[in-house]
């Protein structure tokens, strides 16, 4: 068995010194993905996250945070689908927890975005306004004075 070192570069554009994850096609450490390819490689499951670039094959070139979201959206139920699937005392402890840890991944960046839509809409600022503005109501009759 011959190892290998990860292919992919580090984010100052330096290549990844790292040894890659055993069966991965690039080579890629755990940093850059490498257990997500493991884990889909064991179970068969692969085309579910074919390679890192993935995303960028579903979006349109002018996309916007909806479609981002559909997108997660869509990538959450097909990762709870493929834990529906396996889920059982056949399956490999590690499998599952690198595909519960996916989940969890998509999960964070989902409502995050869920969080940063709501925020460009205005819609937060508008909750956060009157919430001042009742409060500088209630201390305004309660000291008797115009705030």
Same mark, same amino acid.
């Given at each position: 068995?011959?190892?290998?070192?990860?292919?992919?570069?580090?984010?100052?554009?330096?290549?990844?010194?790292?040894?890659?994850?055993?069966?991965?096609?690039?080579?890629?450490?755990?940093?850059?993905?490498?257990?997500?390819?493991?884990?889909?490689?064991?179970?068969?499951?692969?085309?579910?996250?074919?390679? !890192? /670039?993935? @995303?960028? &094959? #579903? =979006?349109?070139?002018?996309?916007? $945070?909806?479609?981002?979201?559909?997108?997660?959206?869509? %990538?959450?139920?097909?990762?709870?689908?493929?834990?529906?699937?396996?889920?059982? !005392? /056949?399956? @490999?402890? &590690? #499998? =599952?927890?690198?595909?519960?840890? $996916?989940?969890?991944?998509?999960?964070?960046?989902?409502? %995050?975005?869920?969080?940063?839509?709501?925020?460009?809409?205005?819609?937060?600022?508008?909750?956060?306004?009157?919430?001042?503005?009742?409060?500088?109501?209630?201390?305004?009759?309660?000291?008797?004075?115009?705030?």
């Amino acid at each position: 068995m011959v190892s290998r070192r990860c292919t992919a570069l580090c984010l100052d554009g330096t290549p990844c010194r790292a040894w890659a994850m055993r069966g991965t096609e690039p080579p890629r450490c755990a940093s850059h993905g490498g257990t997500e390819w493991a884990a889909a490689a064991k179970l068969g499951k692969r085309s579910i996250l074919d390679c !890192p /670039d993935h @995303a960028s &094959r #579903d =979006l349109p070139d002018d996309c916007d $945070i909806d479609a981002v979201i559909d997108l997660l959206y869509r %990538r959450e139920r097909l990762l709870d689908d493929l834990l529906d699937q396996i889920w059982g !005392p /056949d399956v @490999a402890v &590690r #499998d =599952l927890a690198n595909l519960l840890r $996916i989940h969890g991944q998509n999960a964070g960046r989902l409502g %995050r975005l869920l969080r940063d839509r709501q925020a460009l809409s205005g819609e937060a600022a508008d909750g956060i306004s009157g919430a001042i503005a009742q409060a500088l109501d209630e201390l305004s009759s309660e000291l008797g004075a115009e705030l």
